[in-house]
């Protein structure tokens, strides 16, 4: 993985550092929620439920779309795909360097 990719998603992993963050966007992960029905489920206010989606968004890994008077937010695929790529290829490397080290200590035994 390269440093530039790591730049492309770290917007998203300090999106989703902060623990209340990351439970908002559990919740639209599951399905597509007004903030109203988000905020229920919260010991936070609605407005600060707003300002976590909105750094969600400004990540990219929440849209918005308007349905009548409110506003509906749900996870954005192509986003967490980019998340998961990353780390796909990280642990990749991880395995692979793993499978170096222990077929050099077979050589050395």
Known sequence: MTYAN???????F????????RTVFEIVAKGPHPVTRIAAQLSVS???VSQHLKVLMDAGLVTRRPSGRNNIYQ???????????????????????FEAEMMKDGKDA
């Open 75 to 97: 996870a954005e695929p192509a986003s967490i795909a980019d998340l998961r790529q990353y780390l796909d290829t990280l642990w990749s490397e991880v395995l692979s360097r």
């Open 6 to 12: 790591l730049q492309s998603v770290q917007p998203k």
């Open 46 to 48: 609605r407005p600060a």
């Open 14 to 21: 300090t999106a989703l550092a902060d623990p209340t963050r």
